[in-house]
T-cell receptor, first 113, second 112 residues
Framework: KQEVTQIPAALSVPEGENLVLNCSFT??????LQWFRQDPGKGLTSLLL?????REQTSGRLNASLDKSSGRSTLYIAASQPGDSATYLC????????????FGTGTRLTIIP | EAQVTQNPRYLITVTGKKLTVTCSQN?????MSWYRQDPGLGLRQIYY???????DKGDVPEGYKVSRKEKRNFPLILESPSPNQTSLYFC???????????FGQGTRLTVV
């Protein structure tokens, strides 16, 4: 059974700093891994999708890496801004047929102005 | 604008009163799913559908029903809601298993 862990559960950093969020998963047989952000009272916004054959994906100030063999992914945020404050979730789609995303419980990020 | 739309956004109901949460996507996606989000448990899949008339159970299907009569719509039905179904519900869709999933804005359901 796939399990996804995100540590730490909460993180506070001063504005302008670079930071890394971590995600680990137990079953390396994945189709892809997706990072989302969730703002209070709002839905999930997709940030980056990494296919199982890829090592990393970049979008603006965000860079996500994937190491399937070790069951790890990181989300790097450069030059953090107060608007980056949100909960960040990673989710993996595993190689059996039900289309399920298995989510971690998230890291709540606060950027201090 | 490409989106997944859920209605209602907020709902308070009483135990046993049937309700339906609607979900519609305008991206011609094949795959649709329902998740619930609970504190400390994260998001868990309730039901999913890989195409019209094809649905199957996820991890927590008890007390829920779904149907997929049209490609764009995937309603979640609670025939007899109970307080343990109080949760934040999300509908999601994707073009195929290799593509990113898009989520709706969520429906906060309270059953009293």
């Amino acid at each position: 059974k796939q399990e996804v862990t995100q540590i730490p559960a909460a993180l506070s950093v001063p504005e302008g700093e670079n930071l890394v969020l971590n995600c680990s998963f137990t079953d390396s047989a994945i189709y892809n891994l997706q990072w989302f952000r969730q703002d209070p009272g709002k839905g999930l916004t997709s940030l980056l999708l990494i296919q199982s054959s890829q090592r990393e994906q970049t979008s603006g100030r965000l860079n996500a890496s994937l190491d399937k063999s070790s069951g790890r992914s990181t989300l790097y945020i450069a030059a953090s801004q107060p608007g980056d404050s949100a909960t960040y979730l990673c989710a993996v789609k595993t190689n059996f047929g039900n289309e399920k995303l298995t989510f971690g419980t998230g890291t709540r990020l606060t950027i201090i102005p | 604008e490409a989106q997944v739309t859920q209605n209602p956004r907020y709902l308070i109901t009483v135990t046993g009163k049937k309700l339906t949460v609607t979900c519609s996507q305008n991206m011609n996606h094949e795959y649709m799913s329902w998740y619930r989000q609970d504190p400390g448990l994260g998001l868990r899949q309730i039901y999913y559908s890989m195409n019209v008339e094809v649905t199957d159970k996820g991890d927590v299907p008890e007390g829920y029903k779904v149907s997929r009569k049209e490609k764009r719509n995937f309603p979640l039905i609670l025939e007899s809601p109970s307080p343990n179904q109080t949760s934040l519900y999300f509908c999601a869709s994707s073009l195929d298993r290799d593509y990113e999933a898009f989520f709706g804005q969520g429906t906060r359901l309270t059953v009293v």
